[in-house]
């Protein structure tokens, strides 16, 4: 009887770790699709964007968690983010 309880319990950790490595492989190709539509449908070409986004990389830096929740937090209620849209 244990032998079959192991053999039952070992094939629900195969099945799980199998469904896993599925969700990971779906979220690793439509995180792919994403990416590849926003690149084909940006404004601002991506090098621009790096250029743009360096001072407040940089400033990002020194926050520590919570401080860099506020930021981002205040940055998107007072909509001073910048715009990537057409």
């Not at 990971?24 to 986004?53: G, H, Y």
């Not at 990002?60 to 849209?85: E, G, I, L, Q, R």
């Amino acid at each position: 009887m244990r032998k079959l309880v192991l053999a039952a319990a070992l094939g629900v950790a195969v099945s799980l770790d199998t469904a896993a490595a599925a969700d990971r492989s779906f979220d690793t190709w439509q995180t792919s699709l994403a990416n590849e539509a926003a690149r084909k449908q940006a404004v601002v070409p991506t090098a621009q964007v790096c250029q743009q986004a360096t001072e407040m990389l940089k400033l990002a830096s020194t926050f520590d968690a919570k401080a860099f929740h506020d930021y981002a937090v205040a940055h998107a209620v007072y909509n001073t983010h910048p715009k990537c849209a057409r």
